[in-house]
């Protein structure tokens, strides 16, 4: 069982940085793949990023290349996202999640966090 606690969202001004971090519980963390995924209102869950065990790779979402970095920290059984250059169409709710495979899917992650608000104003 993996509990997972997201923070670091809130409101920032288009061009603007924030980090996020999830952390988890349990002392299994780094048997897991961990994925960032982000959810507008009336749209469906969307995948951001993941990253492997040891976080060695990683993969993004095209609409966040070269703007996202995601990171894990397994000695503190965290994962964090680096947001840079934010867009308002950013401005979503964001979840983490962990899996035991590597996977872009929803359907293919364990658990999941209660998500965090992230709002890029123009």
């Known amino acids: 069982q993996v509990q997972l606690v997201e923070s670091g969202g809130g409101l920032v001004q288009a061009g603007g940085s924030l980090r996020l971090s999830c952390a988890a519980s349990?002392?299994?963390?780094?048997?897991?793949?961990m994925g960032w995924f982000r959810q507008a209102p009336g749209k469906e869950r969307d995948f951001v990023a993941w990253?492997?065990?040891?976080?060695?790779?990683?993969s993004y979402a095209d609409f966040v290349k070269g703007r996202f970095t995601i990171s894990r920290n397994n000695a503190k059984n965290t994962v964090y996202l680096q947001m840079s250059n934010l867009k308002p169409e950013d401005s979503a709710v964001y979840y983490c999640?962990?899996?035991?495979?590597?996977?872009?899917?929803?359907?293919?992650?364990?658990?999941w966090g209660q998500g965090t608000q992230v709002t890029v104003s123009s």
């Open positions: 349990g002392r299994t963390f780094s048997s897991y793949v």
């Open positions: 999640a962990a899996a035991r495979i590597y996977s872009t899917y929803v359907s293919h992650y364990d658990y």
């Open positions: 990253i492997n065990w040891s976080g060695g790779s990683t």
